[in-house]
């Protein structure tokens, strides 16, 4: 009866009329809860008063924590000249250096924002190094050189990775078992393992043994080999092919030289050579023990080679080095290395790298290839050696096969600008891959004939020079491959 009135006396469709009678019902019930309606309005007022409240104190609480953290940073004094020096001979409590440490690294990450106007910045970073060295136990041009090569973030992060041992891994030898079958085996025996990483189908990883992991029977039978994980990223990226001639030039104490020979299922030849007599032995003992019988161990100066013998279809140089990249295994390369050091060894590897070269066949059907790795991190021994191969002979650098694992090697690195291909080298850090520091790059040798340049005489005197010193000193630089060990024979 309502909606015919509201029809007949404004003359509204029936939708129309439905709402105005809506309209006029909740502005009807409204009136009715007035009281209650209001009661709620401030209800939620008063809620949020509350929550405006909180808010401004947590700011304040946010803004108090922020001055504290300033006054603490504007109330850090650097210490003085007499004060480092002093703490050299009376060295303070690591904590307190490790606090002084932590602050200046915070105070260096924000110095671009907000820079002390009474200091400078290598100022901080003077004591920062000095610091770095007395809590690590670096000499001072060492941590100088990680400095450069790192962020200050990743620094600790690489310093800490060498205070801890890397994971025990172990290479299934294939010529005589599977890893389902080893692994079976050992953990019988109560090993607690696992596979290693997916790039790997060889590796496995040992957490703890009730047993020396180096004295079962599987070990002694030769179904394994106690090897780094890094070690096996050379190989891999060598590629050796079955009936191929490989050359292992510098092969103590024999990890990779047994690895190429299981990927070549004991066919074709390899000649693991070694300068050092006694370390030869644990060649001869682990190539007898896993069963390779492909294999010819020499003792040359690799130097020599191609002049003893040549034309390989692969080659592989593990060449001597610092030994930056296994600190976690011998850390004493913290105080020992120093630049002379470095130099030397960065002048005998690329007088090894060429002799590597010059041994491959160009020629050879699927071969041709030259890896060049080190268990080092350092620039000079790594990017430098082989962009100065690069430039030497008639080779390029191409993919290692090692795509989507590890880092890429430096093209830029402070005054040096190495060539664009190397990018295409590997590196692998003990903070990122949990694994010794390596660096992995691979050649192509496209000719066999040798480039002269003008300088090649003097370049040859310096050489020459070299080669008379470098044997009283090589063992300052001897490669510090522990991953193996070996049984008498």
Not at 167 to 177: A, E, F, H, S, V
Not at 192 to 204: A, C, F, I, T
Not at 229 to 243: E, H, Y
Not at 333 to 362: G, P, W, Y
Request: proline fraction near 4%.
């Amino acid at each position: 009866m309502q909606m015919r009135k509201w029809n007949r006396k404004f003359h509204l469709s029936p939708v129309t009329a439905m709402m105005k009678m809506m309209m006029t019902l909740n502005c009807r019930m409204t009136n009715l809860n007035s009281t209650t309606t209001m009661k709620m309005m401030m209800s939620r007022r008063k809620i949020l008063m509350k929550m405006q409240a909180k808010k401004t104190m947590e700011d304040d609480d946010a803004d108090d924590d922020v001055q504290i953290n300033v006054s603490e940073v504007d109330h850090f004094v650097l210490p003085s000249g007499q004060e480092i020096e002093l703490e050299k001979t009376q060295p303070p409590s690591l904590d307190i250096v490790k606090e002084r440490m932590e602050k200046v690294m915070w105070i260096l990450a924000q110095f671009s924002r907000n820079p002390d106007p009474t200091k400078k910045r290598k100022e901080y970073k003077a004591v920062l190094k000095h610091d770095l060295c007395t809590y690590y136990s670096y000499n001072e041009f060492l941590m100088g050189e990680f400095y450069e090569l790192f962020k200050l973030e990743e620094l600790r992060q690489f310093l800490d990775a060498n205070e801890t041992q890397r994971p025990m891994t172990i290479r299934t030898n294939t010529l005589k078992t599977k890893r389902r079958q080893l692994a079976q085996n050992l953990i019988a025996r109560g090993v607690n393992l696992d596979p290693l990483e997916k790039w790997s189908k060889v590796g496995l990883v040992v957490y703890d043994s009730p047993v020396a992991i180096g004295a079962t029977t599987e070990y002694l039978a030769g179904h394994y080999m106690l090897q780094g994980a890094s070690s096996f990223t050379p190989v891999m990226a060598l590629a050796p092919q079955p009936g191929e001639r490989i050359l292992d030039m510098c092969a103590a104490p024999g990890g990779k030289t047994t690895y190429i020979a299981q990927l070549m299922k004991n066919t074709g030849m390899i000649f693991a050579n070694d300068v050092n007599k006694k370390r030869l032995d644990a060649v001869k003992a682990n190539v007898h023990r896993l069963g390779v019988s492909n294999t010819v161990i020499s003792n040359y100066d690799a130097r020599s080679f191609p002049a003893v013998i040549g034309n390989f279809s692969r080659v592989l140089l593990d060449a001597p080095c610092s030994g930056t990249g296994v600190i976690s295994k011998d850390p004493s390369v913290k105080m020992n290395k120093d630049e002379t050091d470095l130099n030397r060894c960065s002048h005998l590897q690329k007088e090894l790298i060429l002799a590597a070269i010059d041994s491959c066949d160009a020629k050879s059907k699927n071969g041709g290839y030259i890896v060049y790795c080190t268990c080092s991190i350092m620039v000079e021994e790594n990017e430098d050696v082989v962009d100065y191969a690069l430039k030497k002979r008639n080779v390029k650098l191409v993919p290692t096969g090692l795509e989507g694992f590890g880092v890429d090697g430096f093209t830029k690195y402070r005054h040096h600008r190495f060539h664009p291909s190397l990018k295409l080298t590997k590196r692998y850090y003990p903070h990122i891959h949990n694994m010794d520091g390596f660096y992995v790059a691979k050649f192509k040798k496209f000719s066999n004939t040798i480039p002269v340049s003008k300088n090649s005489k003097v370049e040859e005197a310096d050489v020459e020079e070299f080669t008379t010193t470098a044997p009283k000193k090589r063992r300052r630089c001897e490669h510090l491959d522990t991953n193996a060990q070996a049984l008498p024979t």
